[in-house]
């Protein structure tokens, strides 16, 4: 089993900056495991839940467009942490980001944290 724990999400002006973190534990990493795939993943109110940034442990970034050169999504392996640096937010950056890992083909996800971008 994994456990997902983000922090970091508030209330920013736009053009402001946050950062998020998110925690990985569980049993798996005592026997040297690592999740493959760690990512950001948002959902605004009335919309779907769609992907920010992913990165795989071996460094493979992948953005949703409309986040490209605004955010970056960052891992510390040895700590099995992902963090995503959003900077020049916009309103409708406003959303629960959730935090995902995938091992093995196995999703699982954090309870997400609040972003909230003010005009």
């Known amino acids: 089993q994994v456990q997902l724990v983000e922090s970091g999400g508030g209330l920013v002006q736009a053009g402001g900056s946050l950062r998020l973190s998110c925690a990985a534990s569980g049993s798996i990493f005592s026997i040297g495991a690592s999740i493959g795939i760690m990512g950001w993943y948002r959902q605004a109110p009335g919309k779907q839940r769609e992907l920010v940034a992913t990165?795989?442990?071996?460094?493979?970034?992948n953005y949703a467009d409309s986040v490209k050169g605004r955010f970056t999504i960052s891992r510390d392996n040895a700590k099995n942490t992902v963090y995503l640096q959003m900077n020049s937010l916009k309103p409708e950056d406003t959303a629960v980001y959730y935090c995902n890992g995938n091992r093995l083909g196995i999703d699982y996800w954090g309870k997400g944290t609040l972003v909230t971008v003010s005009s």
């Open positions: 990165k795989t442990s071996g460094g493979r970034e």
